[in-house]
């Protein structure tokens, strides 16, 4: 079976064709921004134009317009084709991809988050969640645990704040979604925004 993977969810955007757990070809683009205009060229570009037989795409957290671009492209293409669309949390493939270079080994998750925070999760060596994803401000994040693996785009800045740990600096790259636990593939009905929205309703 051939799955096109869709990540934009981060400041990185990234597209994959894998057949089985192969990567077929891909494309890893540190964007920061632009995630509407480069993520349809990219797909594109794959062999056949990206088709496949399903679609995974990045629920987040993450930039609220990239996790909603990656889901709109999903979509569509998944109506289009009549294939199967799933998605996947973003921590959990970075987790999954520090797992891979450094060993099986328990690690935390730290992503730059909104308003300062740090969306934070820590997974076992398994790569299963150890705890529910949170939303904290740098203190707490670094205190929040004590495993020596940290990965993601602030995991410098946490090892730092703690004084100790060893750092691996990632974006979730779609060529690595054949490295995630499939239990933690799922439905990709709700995104995950990682904390509440700032916008509030005006009250009655």
């Known amino acids: 079976m051939k799955t096109l993977v869709i990540?934009?969810?981060?400041e990185a955007c990234s597209v994959a064709l894998l057949q089985g757990y192969d990567v077929l070809a891909g494309d890893y683009r540190l964007l920061g921004r632009g995630h509407?205009?480069?993520?349809?060229?990219?797909?594109?570009?794959?062999?056949?134009?990206?088709?496949?037989?399903?679609?995974?795409?990045a629920l987040g957290p993450g930039s609220f317009t990239g996790v909603r671009v990656g889901l709109a492209a999903a979509r569509a293409l998944a109506l289009a084709w009549h294939c199967e669309l799933v998605g996947y949390p973003s921590l959990a493939l970075v987790a999954a991809m520090a797992q891979d270079q450094a060993g099986t080994q328990p690690c935390t998750v730290a992503m730059t988050g909104g308003h300062g925070e740090w969306f934070v999760q820590s997974f076992a060596a398994d790569g299963l969640p150890l705890g529910e994803l949170a939303s904290l401000n740098p203190d707490a994040a670094a205190a929040s645990s004590s495993i020596d693996l940290v990965a993601g785009t602030q995991a410098e800045a946490l090892v730092t704040r703690r004084g100790s740990g060893q750092a691996l600096p990632l974006h979730p790259d779609a060529r690595s979604f054949g490295l995630l636990p499939?239990?933690?593939i799922g439905p990709a009905d709700q995104p995950l925004y990682g904390r509440a929205p700032d916008a509030r309703l005006p009250a009655a």
């Open 36 to 57: 509407a205009e480069a993520l349809v060229p990219m797909i594109g570009a794959l062999p056949d134009k990206g088709r496949a037989d399903r679609i995974a795409v």
């Open 182 to 184: 499939a239990v933690l």
């Open 7 to 10: 990540d934009s969810a981060t």
